[in-house]
């Protein structure tokens, strides 16, 4: 199945995300456009940085640059609209700004080569999105910045397309175990109770951290963020405690100080947004599995398939078909692609 068959009449936001830069995130844009193109459809883009340039302006190497069809909706800014030869037609200049300049939506009236840099909050993502499918983009491709997974939450997105490559590690087992734990991330159990559902809802809103019993009675714990403040939050639970409602970023240190103080308090929960607010090695998610650690998420991210790149501008590369054949063997059930080797 094509990328575009995975997309199609299905999801009206896609989200490409990176496991870092040049994993390849510009080439999977790049391809699904194209068989959008080919199939009759049309497709809005928008960026939460800046692609299509022909040098990485961090690294200083020569990068894809994003081609455009005629007809193809964009969102991006006044900066560097004109920097490239695809011309654009003016749909709806917005208020919202960023250091490129304003955010404009246009339509390609002939092809060619662009560049994007969109909006950068998450309530401007979505309403830029909303527009470019109000003005007829059959669904919109939403480019994650680097290591910004926060574009594939799912109140972004309706979907992610995550990009993975040799650019992470010379080691490939470093890579695949590396992807391996952010699809991990991404397919954290969802919360089921809807009761606790509204109530972690009302908490996030909040911004505060917060312990839940069995009967749904909450209890505030007298800190600002998590961070650093496992300990605190460990010495406020208490034996009918069932849950941990954590706003922000759940890390390393905040479990391991939880732990110490809650060993015997198993059966509570940690409950997060979504599987982007974890910040944890792969190597430490696994010893926290093993020692009983339990984690819901409220937005449950919607993997839909994976990009492999076996090359890295470092230098070095995998062989693509052992690199293929590997991410397979340890990535089920999610569809794994080398755009460059060949379809899946």
Same mark, same amino acid.
């Given at each position: 199945?094509?990328? @575009? +068959? ?25 391809? $699904? ?30 990068? !894809?640059?994003?081609?455009?069809? =005629? ?10 609209? #004109? ?6 037609e ?14 404009v939506i ?9 560049? $994007?840099?969109? !909006? ?50 010379? +080691? ?5 175990e ?15 109770? =809807? ?10 809103? =909040?911004?505060?951290?917060?312990? $839940? ?12 963020t ?10 406020? $639970? ?10 922000g ?5 905040? &479990? ?15 409950? @997060? ?15 926290? &599995? ?22 890295? !501008?470092?230098?070095?590369?995998? +062989? #693509? ?7 397979k063997?340890?990535?089920k059930?999610?569809p ?9």
């Open positions: 199945m094509s990328l @575009i +068959d995975l997309i199609k009449d299905k999801y009206k936001t896609i989200s490409i995300v990176g496991m870092a830069k040049n994993t390849g995130k510009t080439v999977t844009m790049n391809h $699904i456009l194209f068989e959008t193109f080919e199939k009759g459809l049309t497709a809005g883009v928008t960026s939460t940085g800046r692609d299509g340039e022909n040098l990485d302006i961090v690294t200083e190497t020569e990068k !894809p640059r994003v081609f455009l069809e =005629e007809g193809t909706i964009v969102a991006t800014t006044t900066k560097v609209l #004109p920097l490239e030869d695809a011309k654009v003016i749909l709806k200049v917005t208020d919202y700004r960023t250091p490129m300049g304003s955010i246009g339509r390609v009236k002939d092809r060619g080569y662009i560049q $994007i840099a969109g !909006p950068q909050r998450v309530n401007e993502i979505k309403e830029v999105s909303q527009i470019m499918l109000n003005f007829g983009a059959d669904f919109v491709i939403i480019d994650g910045a680097i290591d910004r997974r926060s574009s594939a939450a799912p109140f972004i997105s309706d979907g992610t397309i995550l990009s993975t490559g040799a650019v992470l590690n010379r +080691d490939m087992n470093r890579v695949i590396e992807t391996a734990h952010v699809v991990n991330l991404f397919n954290i159990p969802q919360i089921r109770d =809807e009761k606790l559902f509204a109530l972690s809802e009302r908490i996030m809103r =909040e911004g505060k951290v917060c312990l $839940i019993d069995k009967d749904y009675n909450t209890s505030y714990v007298n800190i600002k998590a961070l650093n403040s496992g300990n605190i939050i460990g010495d406020n $639970i208490k034996e009918s405690t069932e849950y941990i409602v954590i706003p970023s759940l890390s390393k240190n905040t &479990i391991e100080e939880m732990l110490i103080n809650t060993r015997k308090y198993k059966d509570v929960k940690i409950i @997060i947004k979504d599987g982007t607010k974890v910040f944890i090695s792969p190597k430490d998610w696994l010893r926290f &599995i093993h020692y009983g650690v339990k984690i819901e998420v409220m937005y449950k991210i919607n993997l839909l398939a994976i990009t492999a790149n076996p090359y890295s !501008p470092k230098g070095y590369y995998f +062989d #693509p078909e052992k690199f293929l054949y590997k991410l063997k340890y990535i059930d999610i794994i692609y080398d755009l460059v080797l060949r379809g899946d």
